[in-house]
């Protein structure tokens, strides 16, 4: 059973690059989350997918957080001009959109520092 | 969906039953309370969830009162590796198209 995988787990980047974060979810499952976690805090959403289609934006950031899932599979989390703030750990989910609940299943996370 | 309060940390001795309390007193009719962990660099993990009904699985149980104010996450057996972070969350169904909210959750220790 392959569960969601994360890449790159780590990244250092300096001040004003992009960086872009990849998900691949359960190979069944048609919604696919964004969330990004600092230090003693939860997870805080961002975005989520069912399929291709982006269904809640407005919790990404800024205008400088986007994210793709062009063929309903895989998807992508680019962060542009980074800030060191953007410092956190990116998390992805995964679930089916079926019956009443759908647990979110996760991946390790991808942990972002900014210098 | 409904805000949720639980205690910052908690100790429970290896062996003995964890009890891990959540309030949601403006819980909707609709909603369910979902419990999550978080073992130390591991993303969130699913235990268990229920609408009004107590339920068991092979992690946990979770008792939600009469009126649904309060639930109580019930880890029989505590080991060390369920020293986690746990999060307690009300949401709609997936129909409301609503994703779930994490709070600060409960920091967990498990002591030998």
């Known amino acids: 059973d392959t569960g969601v995988s994360q890449n790159p787990r780590h990244k250092i980047t300096k001040r004003g690059q992009n960086v872009t974060f990849r998900c691949d979810p359960i190979?069944?499952?048609?919604?696919l989350y964004w969330y990004r976690q600092t230090l003693g805090q939860g997870p805080e959403f961002l975005t989520y997918?069912?399929?291709?289609?982006?269904?809640?934006k407005s919790r990404l950031l800024s205008d400088r957080f986007s994210a793709e899932r062009p063929k309903g599979s895989f998807s992508t989390l680019e962060i542009q001009r980074t800030e060191q703030g953007d410092s956190a750990m990116y998390l992805c989910?995964?679930?089916?959109?079926?019956?009443?609940?759908?647990?979110?299943?996760f991946g390790e996370g991808s942990r972002l520092t900014v210098l | 969906d409904a805000k949720t309060t639980q205690p910052p940390s908690m100790d429970c001795a290896e062996g003995r039953a964890a009890n891990l309390p959540c309030n949601h007193s403006?819980?909707?009719?609709?909603?369910?309370v979902y419990w999550y962990r978080q073992i130390h660099s591991q993303g969130p993990q699913y235990i268990i969830h229920?609408?009004?009904n107590n339920e068991t699985n092979e992690m946990a149980s979770l008792i939600i009162t009469e009126d649904r104010k309060s639930s109580t996450l019930i880890l029989p057996h505590a080991t060390l590796r369920d020293t986690a972070v746990y999060y307690c969350?009300?949401?709609?169904?997936?129909?409301?198209?609503?994703?779930?909210?994490f709070g600060k959750g409960t920091r967990l220790s498990v002591i030998a």
């Open positions: 989910a995964s679930s089916l959109n079926r019956g009443v609940t759908g647990e979110l299943f």
């Open positions: 229920g609408l009004k």
């Open positions: 190979s069944e499952h048609n919604r």
């Open positions: 403006t819980i909707s009719g609709n909603e369910y």
């Open positions: 969350i009300v949401r709609a169904p997936l129909s409301g198209n609503t994703p779930l909210v």
């Open positions: 997918f069912q399929n291709e289609a982006q269904l809640e």
